[in-house]
């Protein structure tokens, strides 16, 4: 499969994709063959960065105190949670988990993690959402630029990914070179790399799939 190939696919996607009245994601489909899913060593569950973004909004959360809660809401933080306001969320259930759906990404200050795992944890946990731990004196900018631009990749009970690569309004080389960051994904992590590609789709959040192989 070359670039070409995946660029007609992301072309076709686009093209086959009825107008809608808000920006769609464009996403990637692919399965796998020869992947024993049950074989816990099979599975995997990264993040991506996409080296021309996501093309949609991401929210990202800080839990901190002190000056990294300061310099995480002078960066753009979305969410900045205090410890006493993480306490109190850990006594209201309806609201911890609104909050867990609302935000795509969670950074905390390494020494509240204690309390995150214990008020928050079990609402984050199930959702694959629990926090990087970054030190008190981390600088939250280049955190923040970072998890802007980066996916989650996860393979658990089927040998299928499906991946955010961009948006209907980004140029089809942008999204061709985000699939190929995903595509690298499988280089690194399966015996045969993307050898092991059983077939392969490009789709609009609301349209039909585009073969690409």
Known sequence: MNKQEILEGVKKAKEDSKPRNFTQSIDVVINIKD??????????????????????????????????????????????????????????????KKMANKYNFFVAQADLMPLVGRFLGPVLGPRKKMPKPVPATAKPDPIIERLKNTIKIRIKDQPVIQALVGSQEMDDEQIADNIEAVLGILDRNLEKGRNQIKSMYVKTSMGPVARVI
């Open 35 to 96: 992947l024993d899913v049950k074989k816990p060593e099979n599975r995997i569950d990264e993040e991506v960065f996409l080296p021309e973004g996501r093309g949609k909004d991401v929210k990202i959360a800080f839990i901190a105190d002190g000056e990294l809660a300061l310099q995480a809401k002078n960066a753009g933080a979305d969410l900045v949670i205090t410890k006493s306001e993480l306490e109190e969320l850990g006594k209201n259930r309806n609201e911890a």
